[in-house]
Each structure stands twice: as C-alpha cells, then as structure tokens.
C-alpha cells in the first residue's frame, strides 16, 4: 500500500460538507495521509452550495490503488452521483474483498447495501430516511456509529466526529484517537 493514498474521501457533486470535511480535517491531525479524489474534474459544488477542489480526479488514481481506507460522505445528491459511478462500484468490490477499510456516512451506507456490498453478517447504520434502501437484517437505527469490518458507517452530519474519531481508532489505535478527541475538545455522544 502507498502511504501516498493511505485514505481516500470520494467527493461528488452535492456532497455533504461537514461529512467530509470533518474526517478530512481529524485523519490529517491524527497523521492519516487524506488524498480527496472527485469523481469529475474542476469545482465541486457540495450540498450547502460551498465550493470545493478535490486533491485530485478519479482519472488520476492509479489502477492498483490499495488503500487502507475508503471514505464516502454522504448527502443525497452526492450519494447518487457516488452510486452511479462504475468505477467507484469496482473500486468498492475491490477493497472489501481485499479485506480493507470502507467508511459511509448519512445516505452514503446505502451505497452498500444497494451493490450487494454486505455480508450475510455486516450490520451498518445510515441516515434515518435511507434506511429504506437497507435489509432490515443489516440495520442498526440506534447506534450512532456502526463497526461491522471492513464497515465504519455513522448516521449523518450530527455524527461526523464521533465517525471520524472511529475512524482513527480503528486506523491508528486508542489513544491516538483520545489525543484528537482532546486536542479538539469534542464531547461525544453516548
């Protein structure tokens, strides 16, 4: 794997700011190389009408790409665009059967579900109104964020630090994730 593309956090057209942002901002605190990659060239409107430069395009990863983490903020419109790329579905298949990290937030987890993404095991949690595109069997309506390897999912912008924070834990441990949580004073939610 290069360190070079240790995390990557998909960005599409009408993504969720805070979803990204937030993980964007902890990972790299924590020491996580963060590469934001857009699924298009040029400006990225996100779902608040902020504009944004991904690091770089999906044409510029490589084709053997392994990194250690996938992530996917959420926002409908953002999901939708997420869904509909091909090459993010085969990236997808790729990384989960490699046995590597994906994390997916708000409507983004659905992604999951709807290519067939989930072992007969896996439990994720999404955004409430979504929840519809997920087998009742894969659902968690109550825990704000879900573990379930190689899934790390989280219901929305409301949970996006507690997301993040777990997200650390399960890349670089306990305590590094307690040092962020302190460093920047986040209460999280029991």
Known sequence: MSAQFEALIFLAEGFEEIEAITPIDLLRRAGIKVTSVGLDRGQITAAQGT??????????????????????????????????????????YRQIQ??????????????????????????????????????????SPTKRVVVSPPFITSQGPGTSMEWSLEIIRQLRGQATAEEIQRGVIAQICA
């Open 51 to 92: 504009r944004h430069l991904a690091d770089i395009t999906f044409q510029e990863l490589p084709s053997d790409i392994q990194p250690a983490i996938i992530i996917l903020p959420g926002g409908n419109l953002g999901t939708e665009n997420l869904f509909q790329s091909e090459k993010l579905k085969s990236l997808l």
């Open 98 to 139: 490699d046995g590597r990290w994906v994390a997916a937030i708000c409507a983004a987890p659905t992604i999951l579900a709807r290519h067939g993404l989930l072992r007969a095991d896996t439990l994720i949690t999404c955004y409430p109104s979504t929840s519809h595109w997920v087998p009742a069997a894969h659902y």
